[in-house]
C-alpha cells in the first residue's frame, strides 16, 4: 500500500528566465497541480538575462518538478501554453 508520501517527482521543465518560471508556475497553481520547484532561489538572487549579455551556467537554472503519474498531463499542458524553444523536460 502507497502513503501518500511515498511518490516519486520527475522533472518536468528547466529554465534560467524568471518571468517564464513564473508564468509556469502560475499556470500549475490555476490547475492545481502539485509541483516541486528546484533552484528558483538562484534566479532571483542572480537575476541575469541572456538578453542583457550575462552569462549564466546551466547550474543556475530552476527546474519544475511533478510527481510521476502527472507527469504527461504537464508535459502536455506546457507543449500547448509555453513558447518554443524553451527546454522542457
Known sequence: MRSDDDFSL????????????????SLLDSTGVLYELQGGHSLEILP??????????SALAAAIRVRSEDADEVRDLLSRTVPTGWETD
Open 48 to 57: 541575469l538575462s541572456p538578453a542583457a549579455g550575462f552569462f549564466r551556467p
Open 10 to 25: 520527475v522533472t518536468v521543465f528547466r529554465t534560467q528566465d524568471l518571468g517564464l518560471l513564473a508564468v509556469v508556475r
